[in-house]
């Protein structure tokens, strides 16, 4: 048989040199991410969903607080979505323009569960970090904390809060920032007791690293593959959360509105016949947690070395 | 297990009077009170009324007036917003339709999604598989707060099956849409996790050995894979257990059931804290003691657990 030298000579210097190449990890899991269907689909609805959010004021006719006199009053007849008169979306039962509103409720959502994420992720990291790190009865007393406000039911606090200092945007975000760091800080402990013992921490800690720097420079940098897949699959909680409590209409105020408020308008207007209201923030509420939850998904998969 | 109840129960204890007293200073740092109207009213009135309630006091002995009636006679104090009724006739005006549908939508949350996540698991890659996950990743995204208006919608406003609000315990029509709006998205849930690791166990060595034996297959799953796939699960009761108690707010305010969920929202828009506080803290004592029951059950199915 007659083996082309030169071709198999060309085989293998590119083995190697691939071999030499190698890949790193970060590339691995952005190619399985990439090879995810659902999470590519997820993450192309999130970049819709958020473009909507940031530029579709733009394109809004009217304002959110603009009332349309013309079709006050007979809006289950004049106020559907309609391409002539400008409201894209319908109009609600006072004769506000929907999209503007939708726009405004997507932004006020999509916000609310990035702060919330957000918060979480600096807070529990740090705070899970330090336990983990620093172990002992420190470590013992700061988990203990989690474990007693875990067990409080949360929305009814966060309700209390709410109630007894306004309802304001701000109070919001702090109520939900509260709470929504625990779970982070457990799973960021759990990591960091794993990575606390590795060589690398122990070559700093024999350098004269301090601990806050060590926990700051080697340790939360490698918490961020962990920190990053379950910061996405906060967000829809988040959002969850705040659309629950708008939905009660304890949440956002007027002329301020969220998803869960639109929700809750639109569900108590079904029976008039005048369905676009319920319609588009369900429409975009669920697609943007379809979204959020298929893109963690995908991260997770993506990242977990056991799918290797 | 006693030593590990007793053992659970000395955190459980302080966690609720840590819950109480933190919702009282709460309520004392607050800004405006009950008797914060619109119309002021003169200040030997409210001087009086604060005096009736006793808001006087030093905070300590007020907490401690509230921690003693609560714990001795189990008593909630007056509601502040209708002086003729005590938080507990308000709670327990509501408590018994909250526990009825709760039970219910828990019950059917963990036989429906554990059911479909075993069969998933079971007919794994088939098509009933494919049916199971759709229905769960669906059902994710479906809340109490949109399933109910979804179902009012469909089932009460095109159909006219089913009454679209108000509660009896006579009539179960009633109970339907409330179940199916509070139980879907946690039995989507729970059929996720149950077919994860209901897969994950199918695959393990002990049920390899049980085939090999030549087990018929309906015994190797009731027998061997049920048991240790259901740790996951159980330790995912307790989360499902506080959101179907929250949850119930919303079935309440949309469905009228005139649970303990209504007179919480009643009393935030009101606020009447001594109701807001009362039903906190009952939340609090119910998911303090359904944790307790989730981790006796754990340690009693997973013998890897030490007491």
Redesign the interface.
């Known amino acids: 048989m007659v083996i082309d030298e030169q071709k198999m000579k060309s085989l293998s210097t590119k083995l190697v040199q691939d071999e030499v190449r190698g890949r790193s990890p970060w590339a691995d899991a952005r190619k399985r991410f990439i090879r995810n269907k659902g999470a590519m689909l997820g993450l192309i609805i999130l970049v819709l969903v958020s473009i909507f959010a940031i530029i579709g004021g733009y394109f809004a006719v009217w304002s959110n607080e603009e009332l349309d006199f013309s079709v006050m009053g007979q809006v289950a007849q004049m106020g559907q979505p309609s391409f002539a008169n400008g409201h894209y979306f319908g109009t609600d039962n006072l004769g506000r323009d929907l999209f503007a509103r939708v726009v405004q409720g997507t932004q006020i959502s999509l916000m609310v569960g990035v702060v919330g994420a957000g918060i979480a992720v600096i807070v529990g990291t740090l705070y899970g970090a330090t336990a983990g790190y620093v172990g002992g009865r420190t470590d013992q007393i700061m988990m ?1 904390t989690v ?2 406000l875990m ?3 949360y ?3 966060l ?3 709410l ?4 309802r304001s945007m701000s109070m919001l975000f702090l109520g939900i920032g509260l709470i929504s760091w625990l779970d982070m800080s457990r799973i960021v402990r759990g990591q960091t007791l794993s990575l606390k013992n590795r060589e690398f921490i122990e070559a700093a800690r024999a350098t004269g690293v301090p601990a806050w720097k060590i926990i700051i420079r080697h340790i939360v940098p490698n918490l961020l593959g962990v920190v990053a897949v379950y910061a996405t699959l906060l967000v829809p909680l988040m959002i ?1 959360t705040e ?2 409590i708008s ?4 949440g956002v105020q007027e002329p301020l509105t969220s998803w ?1 408020a639109l ?2 308008e ?2 108590g207007t ?2 008039y016949g005048t ?1 676009w209201q ?1 319609a588009f923030p ?1 429409f975009f ?2 697609i943007t ?2 979204g959020f ?1 298929f893109v963690g998904d995908g991260l997770r998969d993506a990242l977990d070395p056991k799918e290797r | 297990m006693i030593a590990f109840i007793l053992r659970r129960l000395a955190v459980a204890v302080p966690t609720l009077l840590l819950l109480i007293v933190f919702s009282f200073i709460l309520m004392h740092m607050a800004p405006g009170g009950p008797f914060t109207a619109e119309r002021a009213l003169p200040p030997q009135v409210i001087a009086n009324l604060e005096a009736q309630y006793g808001l006087n006091d030093p905070l300590w002995l007020q907490i401690w007036h509230y921690l003693y009636n609560i714990v001795v006679h189990f008593d909630f104090g007056p509601s502040f917003v209708y002086p003729d009724r005590s938080v507990n006739q308000l709670i327990a005006a509501g408590f018994p339709v909250t526990l009825t549908y709760g039970i219910l939508s828990f019950v059917s949350a963990i036989v429906l999604g554990v059911s479909l996540g075993v069969v998933a698991a079971i007919w794994h890659n088939s098509w009933v598989d494919y049916i199971a996950v759709g229905i769960s990743i669906g059902a994710q995204v479906l809340p109490n707060f949109v399933m109910a208006p979804l179902l009012v919608l469909v089932l009460t406003l095109w159909y006219r099956l089913l009454p679209g609000g108000g509660w009896s315990f006579s009539d179960p029509s009633f109970w339907i849409m409330p179940v199916i709006a509070l139980a879907t998205s946690y039995m989507a849930s729970i059929a996720r996790i149950t077919r994860s690791s209901m897969l994950e166990v199918l695959g393990s060595n002990h049920i390899r050995t049980a085939r090999a034996k030549g087990m018929p297959e309906y015994r190797v799953i009731i027998r061997h894979a049920l048991k240790p796939a259901m740790l996951p699960v159980i330790s995912y009761l307790g989360p499902v257990f506080v959101s179907m108690i929250t949850g119930s707010v919303v079935i309440d305010m949309y469905f009228s059931t005139g649970g303990i969920g209504k007179a919480f929202v009643d009393s935030a828009l009101n606020r009447d804290y001594a109701v807001m506080m009362g039903v906190t803290i009952l939340v609090g004592a119910l998911t303090i003691l359904f944790n307790l029951i989730v981790d006796v059950l754990y340690a009693w199915i997973d013998p890897k657990i030490r007491y």
């Open positions: 203990r474990d007693i067990s409080i039911p929305m009814f606090v309700i209390l809060l109630v007894m200092f306004g969850l659309s629950f939905f009660l209409g304890l869960g929700i809750s639109g569900a079904m029976n369905l319920l369900l509420f669920v947690l379809f939850f």
